[in-house]
Structure formats: C-alpha cells, structure tokens
C-alpha cells in the first residue's frame, strides 16, 4: 500500500515535524489541548516513561501555523504501538489524522504497528481500517465508583510488595500471568504491588497506580472472589481520595464474573488493531 498523500487544496498549510524537535512545555500543552482526558493528574514527562514513548517516531502537525495534533509512538518489543493520535477539535475533517498516521507508518516499517481505539469511535476505526489495520482482540474498560462498602469477611491479609517482587510472585501456577511486556515492565517504578496471603499461600496478586481520583489497576490475578475483594479493598484504603477503580479486562477472563458481583460495570470496549 502506497502511504503517499495525494494533492489536496490548502495542502501547503499543513507541515510536519518530528515530536523531538518541539519543546516539551509546548508538546505538553498540544497533549493536553487535544486529549484533555489522557494526562489527568499525570505529569507529562511521567506519561512519556510510563508509555516509553519514543519522540524520534512521534509526530507533530502544524496547520497554519500552529500546532494542530500529535502522534506519540511507544517501542514495544517486537513492534510499535501508537499510544496517542489526537487533533485539536476546532481543526478536525481537514485531514490532519490521516496526515499523522500516514507518517508514522512510513515510519515504522518494517516494524508492525498496533493500537488501541475505542469502539465507539467509528470514524478512527474506518481511518485505521481503510490504512490496512485489522482487530486483534478486544478488551474492556471496567470501573466501579467509590466509596465501597466490601461488606466481605474473608481470611487471610494483604502484603505491600514492591512492584517487581509481586510480580515476580506470579509465578505461581494458579495465578500465571503471560509474559510480560516491554510497556509494563516500564511502569513498574510508578506502580504499587500487593500480594493477599491466606495460610501462608499467595491467593492474589495486584499491580496498580494511585492517583488522586482514580485508582488504575494494571494487573490483577485472584485464585477466587475473596482474594479479589481483599486486594480491591486494599487499594482502597490506601488511596482514600479517589473516587472510582478502573481496571482493563479480556472478554471471557475467570474474573468477569467477580467483577460484576462486586458492582464493577463495562465502562467502554476497545479494539487492539494491528497494521499489516
């Protein structure tokens, strides 16, 4: 497939430029202008660590002359994966996506490239599809609003564990998790672990991040519904000021049904896309 961009009036007032050539207080703000939701309280050279975002890869657009949207692309080993393409509202239909995309394929190759994309979005999933990505799998979104009232007696404790020793703790056969990738194991300093202890044998494993008005879990294992309340419990009690838990589910996981009895609702779907 040829990424050329065919001739389009007005083309002229549209330049691209390599992310490492903009400063990061204006990369920064063209973020935080296009995607007010993905920083949160999250600072933007924390993000940057937290995704391994490579700027060399990444992509500005200006249109007439000033900035317009972003592509951010993360080194995934073996592949790439786009962990942001977002244009300023006021400046969308012109283009400008289509633009970026095209430049971070080009890119890329012969690298794959993947992302994720909300299901909802139908006008980036028929973007991405018509560039030749194709659905992989698809996840979910869970959340639950806090306060929680557990209600649950449960034996057992939970353990603080740094990040990296909880999660070398899954290496307990009924609590295996895949391999773990390159995009995680960048997280790692950012992240909390716990580990819940029943007769001195480990029953559930928690990775996750406190902010100040969410809870963010990354990785969650439980051999059955009481570890898991336990561990959501924990990170409760640790990260009083927030104000919801949210935590991304494969369909089909053992844990969907736990989930859903502790009042955990599908909060969106998202498709993983890879290119070609």
Known sequence: MKLGISPKK???????????EVSSPELCHLVRVC????????????????????????????????????????????????????????????????????????????????LDVLSRNVRALAMYQYYGFKLQRSSFFWHRPLPLRWGCIYKGSVRALAPDIALNRTETPSLAWPAQSRSLLQKLPFLRGAVYMNLGVIRGVALFHSGLERIVVYRLAAADKLAARALFRYMHLVTPSASAIFLRWMQGEQLSSYLREMGFRCHSEYHILQSE
């Open 35 to 114: 995607a007010p939701d993905l920083l949160g309280q999250t600072r933007f050279e924390e993000l940057l660590r937290q995704q391994d975002v490579c700027l060399a890869l990444s992509y500005v657009v200006k249109y007439l002359g000033e900035y317009a949207g972003v592509a951010l692309v993360a080194q995934r080993q073996p592949h790439l994966h786009l962990c942001m393409l977002a244009v300023r509202k006021e400046l969308r239909s012109r283009g400008l996506g289509s633009l970026l995309l095209e430049a971070v394929l080009t890119s890329a190759q012969p690298h794959l490239l993947s």
């Open 10 to 20: 007005g083309r002229q007032s549209r330049v691209l430029i390599s992310a490492n």
